[in-house]
């Protein structure tokens, strides 16, 4: 993207940056991971159609690993924001689109349960392990559903963390969990290729 170093050295970013570390407590919004623990802590722009005139809803503080995630890292330590276009879906880009507008209202509800932020991050790392015709969480190789165990493993957090955050999103109506598996609501994040 032209300009885009150049805009990450402007007065303005860096304003916006710090206000971005301060409303998530200088915290990776994922893993929790802090800065005073020796968290290197990125802001991550979850668009970049507003750069110069952001919102706070297009950011997300990112540890460097969590940040991983979101973007091709190469062997020279350079980002890219489009990874490989895999071969499986026919050199087609995935995305995810998350629903602005039901995450607002969510957050503005007062029967919402926890940090609603927090669960769609968690959610859009998931992006890969998302069938497409029926939001169920699965092991993007095998093809199974996703367990408990496997979630463990993909957020490298504690039992209580995560229990705290498949409750919560059960609660805001984000996953249900069936004896089929986890499942992604449709109102909160869509799939799809580009």
Known sequence: MPGYKKYLQSEHWKAFRLKALERAGYACQLCNRKQEDGATLHVHHRSYTRIGHEDEMDVVVLCSECHKKFHDINEDNKITCMPSK????????????VMI??????????????????QIGYLCCL??????????????????ALKYNDLMKMFTCSNKKLNRLIGQMKSNGIITHTNNGYFVSRDFIKKGAK
């Open 86 to 97: 895999p071969k499986t879906m026919g050199g087609k880009q995935p995305y995810l689109m």
């Open 101 to 118: 507008n039901e995450i607002e209202d969510a957050k503005k509800s007062e029967f919402t349960a926890g940090d609603i932020n927090e």
């Open 127 to 144: 992006g890969k392990n998302i069938e497409w015709n029926t939001g169920k969480l699965i092991n993007a190789k095998t093809k199974q």
